[in-house]
């Protein structure tokens, strides 16, 4: 059924414009090539009924029928081979070890900003940074326990981070479900091309929440702590909760007395001792943040303060994913572990630097913008394909206020064979691994990898037009 | 068990059973109406009126309908939006429920239940409502059916299964009594009829059809409906799983699993009401019931109900688990996405 298919331009990940398949797409293809295209339809329509009946969706925001969509599926998997991903979760571990280090800094004696490796003035004026726990011992000194980062590849398949996701990186779930989906319809295919499995996720997941646990608790109580049924990742929050064998509350579950925090159960009041948090820190404890929060519970961050509990992740992450952070990554590699950066970023131009502010402004229409601190592909001027006046309202964003804004040349993804249109044809892809921090780095083999199913598009968000695949990682290179 | 997973529990539990007693007393009222000859416009609605009582929902509908014919009455209950009690918002709810403690119910469980949802929100459900009520609310019952079956075959035996089936007796419970309240017109305020009329006779049948019993009673009474028979058997037959005293019985059970508390004690409100109620329904007879006066018993019978399920909340839910503002959190719960940045 991929015979047909053809390189279109970019880095292509299952063809070669030379030698053709690549050697770890060889097997999968030989296998998928003897698929007939009514049993591949089959397949797909059972898949695709399959997720709506189990619920595995997200919710679409502003819909008055509260309509849920399941996050489009691609039946074409994403193929990586062993020492690629090797080389990915040396990088990664590099990456996540540093970004600890760094946070640790700046919120106990900020050396990295008094030996002017960062201008102190970038830490201090970010959104997310929160002095308020300046000096505070964080369980373990560990910060970013959960890290979605984000990786592309460019026109030479170089693998590049595009950023860091250090509050509640979301997706997991749809790469254990997809796995699951994979499995049931191609059960022959795994064994034989000899895949790495991901089912142990919420195992490790659950294991680094517990080594954060206060100190002295032998069994402690933890829970995943959800804004409620109406949130986007809703389906993820229990999911995980329901993988670990763990409580799912919302804020209005929790109290708390004398700086320890407990649930309200049908038995009365019981103590928690972890909670993985899947909400921001503004909305986190109404008295200390966002004084308007419902989703919060009053009194958290004493019982933190108290160390009575532990948060993953900690609060204060937030900076980290603050765009302008994301272009000192490597120089906070080489200052804390004094390595050069195994996964290098994309190159970036800040708008407060004024040599890069000069060039940003002159070469706009190439250039891709973002704020510093939106995500979600909300934000953001793509140059090449934007409008002259979003481009003028973008300038006119940027010189008002440089320090909310970077700059980074369009990079064209790789792409990826996918189902679109009755017909195989290139889409854009990019890769989220999930990396945990605990007692060491653990990574989930592979990751949430997303496509953009618009032809030509380089967005792969759900929420604007993206779907997902299984991303494969072999036991070995072929 | 967390007090707001146990209430959504309930709560699914009550909106199935819910649903399927809509369907019950609305598909046998339909087919009833086929049996009987001369209707009229008035005498349409003195068969429909009573189901729109029944439920407990006059005041809503009379807002939204002038009159109670047919179209206007199976609208409210089946698909009525303004209604929130009725079959479609009925599921809806017990899906919204499930959906708030799906980490706690079989995959199994789930799927059915939104299979439903997706179901009744379908161009399709009005299609096949459209082709013939019947079919209709033969897939809602089959559906219901098969939730509870799934819910014995899969759920743990643990406090989850516990409110869950207190949800299921005391909905059941009440409904019985509502269908069986449909026909109090016909009866004399206090006392037994002595005769009844052919049509009569149909109108007690079906109601015998609502609850499932039709089978069930002529094992035992042969095809003698009347309405002190009826009556009997569905509030105090001791072995039919749809009567209000095989329900109670099940209630009691079910809150002593939850507690822990033996037979004969008690230690909160919704015990010791529902074991009063159990042991007068115990120590009744039917010519006591009629003594009083089969309409005012039952009435009497759903505020024991009511108050049962008041108490339940009392003990275990702590406080009402309503937002303040729900629509300023919803905002915030979606508001949260900026993080999420899938």
């Known amino acids: 059924m991929l015979h047909k298919y053809k390189v279109n331009g970019g880095f292509d990940e299952m063809l070669c414009p030379k030698t053709g398949v690549r050697g770890h797409y060889k097997k999968f293809h030989k296998l998928f090539e003897s698929l007939k295209p009514k049993e591949f339809q089959a397949k797909r329509e059972a898949i695709d009924t399959a997720f709506l009946r189990q619920g595995v969706t997200f919710n679409v925001y502003g819909d008055a029928e509260g309509a849920e969509k399941i996050f489009p599926f691609d039946l074409v998997p994403r193929i990586i081979p062993a020492s690629e991903w090797e080389y990915l979760e040396r990088g990664l571990a590099q990456r996540i070890t540093a970004l600890n280090l760094f946070l640790h800094d700046i919120y106990h004696e900020q050396k990295i900003l008094k030996d002017g490796v960062i201008p102190e003035f970038y830490v201090l004026s970010a959104r997310h940074f929160r002095r308020e726990f300046v000096n505070f011992e964080v369980p373990k000194g560990i910060y970013i326990h959960i890290c979605g980062t984000d990786l592309i590849r460019d026109k030479d398949g170089n693998y590049l981070v595009l950023e860091d996701n250090g509050r509640c990186p979301s997706g997991v779930s749809y790469v254990l479900e997809n796995r699951r989906a994979m499995k049931r319809a191609f059960p022959g295919m795994f064994e034989s091309i000899g895949v790495r499995p991901v089912e142990n996720y919420a195992q490790e997941l659950l294991k680094s929440l517990k080594y954060i646990a206060p100190a002295g608790v032998a069994d402690p109580t ?107 990554v490597p120089r906070m590699i080489k200052y804390y572990l004094d390595q050069e950066p195994i996964l290098p970023n994309v190159p970036t131009y800040l708008a407060s630097e004024e040599k890069d502010m000069k060039y940003i402004l002159e070469h706009l229409p190439e250039l891709v913008v973002k704020a510093a601190n939106e995500s979600g592909g909300y934000g953001m001027l793509m140059g090449p394909k934007a409008s002259k006046a979003e481009i003028e309202k973008f300038r006119e964003l940027i010189i008002a206020e440089p320090r909310n804004y970077i700059a980074q040349p369009m990079i064209h993804l790789s792409q990826h064979p996918t189902y679109c249109d009755d017909n195989f044809d290139g889409r854009h892809i990019d890769l989220r691994p999930f990396v945990l921090s605990g007692e060491r780095v653990s990574i989930i083999p592979g990751g949430l990898t997303r496509v953009a199913l618009r032809k030509g598009s380089l967005v792969v968000n759900s929420s604007q037009g993206g779907g997902s695949k299984d991303t494969w990682v072999l036991y070995g290179d072929k | 068990m967390l007090s707001r997973v146990a209430n959504s529990l309930y709560w699914m539990a009550r909106y199935i059973e819910r649903a399927e007693n809509i369907a019950r007393i609305v598909d046998v009222n339909l087919q009833l109406l086929l049996d009987i000859r001369n209707l009229d416009e008035k005498r349409l609605a003195a068969y429909w009126l009573p189901i729109v009582q029944a439920t407990g929902d006059e005041e809503n509908f009379f807002k939204a309908h002038r009159k109670a014919t047919g179209a206007a009455v199976t609208e409210f209950l089946v698909f009525g939006k303004e209604n929130p009690n009725s079959l479609v918002q009925s599921i809806c709810a017990a899906r919204e429920n499930a959906r708030m403690v799906r980490d706690q119910i079989t995959l199994e469980l789930w799927e059915e239940l939104n299979r439903l949802y997706l179901f009744v929100r379908s161009p399709q459900a009005r299609e096949v409502w459209e082709r013939g009520a019947s079919d209709f609310f033969h897939e809602i019952k089959a559906s219901s059916l098969h939730i509870i079956g799934i819910i014995d075959a899969t759920l743990i035996r643990n406090e989850g299964l516990w409110f869950v089936q207190a949800g299921q007796f005391l909905e059941r419970a009440d409904k019985t009594t509502r269908i069986l309240d449909v026909r109090y017109q016909s009866l004399p305020e206090r006392g037994v009829p002595e005769r009844i009329s052919p049509d009569e006779a149909l109108e007690w049948s079906a109601v015998l059809r609502s609850c499932s019993a039709w089978d069930a009673y002529k094992t035992i009474h042969a095809s003698d409906v009347h309405p002190r028979k009826v009556a009997e058997f569905l509030l105090l037959d001791d072995n039919f799983p749809r009567s209000v005293r095989f329900c109670v019985n099940e209630l009691n059970h079910v809150l002593r699993r939850i507690s822990g508390v033996a037979e004969g004690r008690f230690t909160n409100d919704a015990e010791k009401l529902t074991g009063r109620f159990l042991a007068e329904l115990q120590f009744s007879t039917v010519d006591e019931i009629f003594e009083v006066g089969l309409h005012k018993y039952l009435d009497e019978a759903q505020l024991k109900l009511n108050n049962i399920g008041a108490a339940l909340f009392r003990a275990y839910i702590f406080q009402p688990f309503e937002a303040p503002d729900e629509v300023h959190m919803v905002q915030q719960e979606e508001q949260q996405q900026q993080s999420q940045n899938q």
């Open chain 1, 222 to 328: 933890v829970v995943v702590l959800t804004p409620g049924v109406y949130n986007s990742a809703y389906f993820e929050h229990t999911y995980l909760a329901r993988q670990m064998g763990i409580e799912i509350v919302e804020g209005r579950d929790l109290l708390v007395r004398d700086s320890r925090v407990f649930m309200r159960t049908t038995k009365g009041l019981q103590p928690v001792h972890v909670i993985y948090r899947r909400i921001d820190d503004d909305f986190i404890d109404p008295t200390v943040f966002r004084r308007d929060s419902m989703l919060g519970v009053p009194g958290l961050i004493n019982a933190y303060r108290a160390g009575n509990v532990s948060l993953a992740n900690s609060i204060g992450t937030g900076i980290a994913d603050d765009k302008v952070m994301y272009y000192f």
